[in-house]
């Protein structure tokens, strides 16, 4: 089947890669001159473990091309999918939907008529319906198609979904691309076929559900914090009830990234536009713990500095939102790093995939090319991000580059015992 996906950024790049790998000829859409030619010469502008290898392999048959031209994509496919961003707005909490209507006002004015257009960025619920009427004019077909994929893992959650959900305005209109999925669906994978409204919901319910149970853990972290619990032990306790498992139950310095905060936040922005602001009112106390966590590190960092960050030097390791990501869109831990830095503190950074794009945002940090680098002559070292890398260091090695043996785990993934044995006051989010 011919294919075009529009927006090659993280999801868009993903499925473009993904959709060959199915066996379909694929062509991605950019108004971006520079990551068109990029992708072109089978190079992914962005780390994400295995795409570099699914793309190149199909960049050099022929199977997936690339274009800054939506005339041409309109041209050769008739089912397209449309990946383009939805940041937060500069100064709101609802969601910047400037990129979505410029790709269907574009699409919409060279679409051949019968053809498919698929939604998959994240949008106010609502949103479909409206664009839906732009889609029937030019003749063709709107379905919404969430996408549930995490970035680190974004391959395999594209090739092997938890579910596919389907908004469609009449049970036909997901035809095509049922076809196009056909090499997925067999696998047994659930299928939710429903409306417009109810497929957008299923992905900021889902996303707020996740937000919901990471601020729920942090939440009880504060408490353990002012009562010598310890925030992991309550986790896998609690985790073993079936009910409540033990994933998405880790507690540290809170999510980051370019989906969960801005999703809850456009979320109760039309929430409030359809008058039910108090339905996901938690959602605003979701939030704000969240936060809270950031500015909890920065105080006990503080606190191990004796009273005063200013003239100190602190060694940071991370700056993703997460580990297997260069991604920095609301890194808990570049915010850490800046706040810290505002204090008048030297702050050292450093991040195994990250460093690119950290310079970029946030140039007044400064940055080191490893690990130790980022430590030496440190008085306190903050574990931001928690890298597979940074469990290997050497304690003791590491003691002999700092000038204070003072570590602050922000992501509760450092062993305790080991680094005490080797001397260091070791301190940590929600834990003694
Ligand atoms: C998230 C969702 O997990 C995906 O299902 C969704 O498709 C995606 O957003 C999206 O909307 O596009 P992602 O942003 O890649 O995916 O990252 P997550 O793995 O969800 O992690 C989000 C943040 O939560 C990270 O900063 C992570 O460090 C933090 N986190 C996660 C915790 O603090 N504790 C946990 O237990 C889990």
Redesign the pocket.
Known sequence: MRISVIGTG??GATHAAAMAELGHEVIGVDVDDAKINRLRLGQVPFFEPGLPELLSKHVATGALRFTTSIGTAAEFADLHFVCVGTPQKKTEIGADLGYVDAAFAALAAVLRPGATVVGKS?VPVGTAARLATEVTAAGGDLVWN?????????VE?TLHPDRVVLGVPRPDAADRLLEAYAPILTTGIPLVVTDYATAELV?VA??SF??T??SF??AMAEVCEVTGADVTQLATAIGHDARIGH??????????????PK?IRAFMARAGELGVDQAVAFLKSVDEINLRRRARMVDMAREMCDGSLAGRRIGVLGAA???N?D?IRD??ALDVASTIQRSGAAVRVYDPEAMVNAKDTHPALAYTPSAIEACRDADVVLHL??WAEFNELDPEHLADVVHDTKLLDG?NALDPHRWRAAGWTFRALGRP
């Open positions: 993280y999801l994240t969430p996408e549930f994929l995490r970035e680190g893992f974004a959650d992905k889902a996303n996740l937000a149970k990471i853990i942090n994933r998405f139950l880790h507690a540290g310095l809170g999510f980051g990234g370019g989906c969960l999703d939102f997460k580990p990501s991604d890194s808990p991000t928690e992501r």
